[in-house]
């Protein structure tokens, strides 16, 4: 995996690991392995994006906004999977401390633990020398190609909005003109 990287139009990057997702139905924190192979077999899409690190001030911010934005997603067939450099007992403890103390409860999504820095080398956005990812946005079709991608240095967030109006536009198979939406006519 250390050799490949990340193109559009080429299949993506393989990665598999362990990752934190609250369960409400259970009402407690789980361990999962997330895959992309898995999520192709399901026939999702995979929106994987990867952020800079657990307790930071700006990441919770994006992370918040994904998740207030997941029915979207899921609406869309596609499955989100936030990804950092941290383990994942750091994913967990961040998600367990409450807002009000720096933490960010509970998310609908998984977080991928990167700690070999492997699936961040392999998708190009690991910021070497500071050993943590940037802010990058993968969109990757249930074929597992890459159908976009964006990266954003690490002191500037995301359009949440824009990544969903992306992944819809995507998934037309057709040409979408600027600012299109769905239900607008595609070209």
């Known amino acids: 995996m250390a050799d490949e990287q990340a193109e559009m139009g080429q299949p993506a990057p393989e990665f598999e690991g362990a990752a934190i997702r609250w369960n409400p139905r259970k009402k407690q924190f789980e361990e999962r392995l997330v895959s992309l192979v898995e999520n192709c077999k399901r026939g999702h899409w995979t929106v994987l994006f990867f952020y800079p690190r657990d307790f930071s001030g700006l990441c919770p911010t994006e992370l918040h906004a994904l998740n207030r934005r997941l029915r979207d997603f899921e609406q869309a067939g596609a499955q989100?999977?936030?990804?950092?450099?941290?383990?994942?007992?750091?994913?967990?403890?961040?998600?367990?401390?409450?807002?009000?103390?720096?933490?960010?409860?509970?998310?609908?999504?998984?977080?991928?633990?990167?700690?070999?820095?492997?699936?961040?080398?392999?998708?190009?956005?690991?910021?070497?020398?500071?050993?943590?990812?940037?802010?990058?946005?993968?969109?990757?079709?249930?074929?597992?190609?890459?159908?976009?991608?964006?990266?954003?240095?690490?002191?500037?967030?995301?359009?949440?909005?824009?990544?969903?109006?992306?992944?819809?536009?995507?998934?037309?198979?057709?040409?979408?003109?600027?600012?299109?939406?769905?239900?607008?006519?595609t070209l």
């Not at 961040?94 to 700690?115: A, N, S």
């Not at 991608?149 to 995301?158: D, E, I, L």
Request: net charge positive.
């Open 80 to 185: 989100v999977i936030g990804c950092s450099t941290d383990s994942k007992q750091s994913h967990q403890a961040w998600m367990e401390r409450p807002r009000t103390r720096g933490g960010i409860d509970k998310l609908g999504y998984p977080l991928l633990e990167d700690p070999s820095l492997r699936t961040s080398r392999a998708y190009g956005v690991l910021d070497e020398r500071a050993g943590m990812a940037l802010r990058g946005t993968f969109i990757i079709d249930d074929r597992s190609i890459v159908r976009a991608y964006s990266v954003y240095p690490a002191g500037t967030g995301r359009n949440i909005d824009e990544i969903v109006r992306l992944l819809q536009a995507l998934q037309t198979g057709k040409s979408c003109p600027a600012s299109w939406r769905p239900g607008r006519k």
